[in-house]
């Protein structure tokens, strides 16, 4: 038994047996070094990049925290983004399965509030949400935190970027003083130190450093000029054919201009920008995470919290000031094991930021030439699959299964022929192979899920 194995943790042997149940084999450096602390109840600020396994981190202490018994608000979660709290949710419930009948309730902007309030009519064990959301809650009296005894503020770092400072506090001194604050974040902004100073106790303070190695992901550099950024992009993307690509650009114009590009090209591209509103968020994210778009084109503020399968490519279309987001960035990819491939384009006047990135990871980048750059074949660069939309989801208490059992039961695919399956409130994304989409979509809207009748639409990325 090995210093990094779960079971020298204090937790049940339910909570044990459902982590091996779940893959969770080897605690990652993260949950070695935050959990024993965090189990013990004290408060903790823990830096450590995205994707490192910290949400199994803090879920582990609160759900140990938790009364099943009690039905009242015990733990709240603060997450920057509807996509983070999502995923923390989905999380949360899979660590949460070996425990009784444990509730817990997502609020977001962009459902509505009686929704909401139905949710929390009913009681929940733990609430996940964004701060103006819980904010607009306590306001209105339809959330209650007086038996929290853990609080969360996960990626932090990104919360204070996006102006949630003043937020967090509203939402700290409405918490009771005698709890446990666990604070995670990739960066370390003087913000941090605020927090810290009036609403954690004595935290401790762990830091894991972002590690990847050259084996797993490749770095390569490129000297572009202004004129010649964006067309690169396309010339990387023929060069090397990556399944999916995350590009990163410093401005929200930046996207637009290289997603219109991409597109007139015949990728398949979209853009993640933070005035999107909610449902073309949950579609962008979809269709990408299902492979049945190329190449996403976000800011570091729109992409915080996406954790993406199989991300075969990161693009640093600008260099970013930043050396550590830098390095959050091209972490995205080569996870799991797998090999990763980070293209940065930089320009004359980005020398210096490059020079940084250098500093912060102790090595000297390699530098290629544009004009090895050749198209690898001359078909174009189509994603594997292609999503189909039902009108209908989680309201309409549509599962995973169910669309499953449609398409592999009288629908007559194999399970192989068809990907991800994401149900959302109100709809239901499904990723079919490109040459069934067709069929699929004709069976489907002919068909019936859950013994109902239901409208699908196939949702192709533009392309001219």
Known sequence: MTTSSFSTLPLNPAVLANLQQLGYHAMTPIQAASLPVALLGQDLIAQAQTGSGKTAAFALALLANLNPRRFAVQALVLCPTRELADQ???EIRRLARAEENIKIVTLCGGVPMR????????????????????????????????????????????????????????????????????????TYPQGIEKIARQFMREPRQIKVEAQHTADVIEQRFYQVTRASRLPTVALLLNHFRPVSTLAFCNTKQQCRELVALLQAQGFSALALFGEL??????????????RSCSVLVATDVASRGLDIEQLEAVINVDITPDAEVHVHRIGRTGRAGESGLALSLASMDEMGFVGKIEQYQKRESVWHKVEELTPASAEPLLPPMVTLQILGGRKEKIR?????????????????????????????????????????????????????????????????
């Open 88 to 90: 923390v949710t989905q």
């Open 115 to 186: 929704m909401q309030n139905a949710s929390l009519e009913h009681g929940a064990h733990i609430v996940v949400g964004t701060p103006g959301r819980i904010m607009d809650h306590l306001q209105r009296g339809t959330l209650n935190l007086d038996a929290l005894n853990t609080l969360v503020l996960d990626e932090a770092d990104r919360m204070l970027d996006m102006g949630f400072f003043d937020d967090i506090a509203t939402v700290a001194r409405q918490c009771p003083k005698e709890r446990q604050t666990l604070l995670f974040s990739a």
């Open 277 to 290: 509103e909610q449902r073309e968020r949950d579609q962008v994210l979809a269709q990408f995470a299902n």
């Open 400 to 464: 995973p299964g169910d669309v499953l059992g449609a398409l592999t039961g009288e629908a007559g695919f194999s399970r192989e022929q068809v990907g991800k399956i994401n149900v959302t409130e109100f709809s239901t994304f499904v990723a079919v192979q490109r040459d069934i989409a067709q069929d699929a979509l004709r069976k489907l809207n002919a068909g019936r899920i859950k013994g109902k009748s239901v409208k699908v639409r196939l949702m192709e990325v533009d392309r001219p």
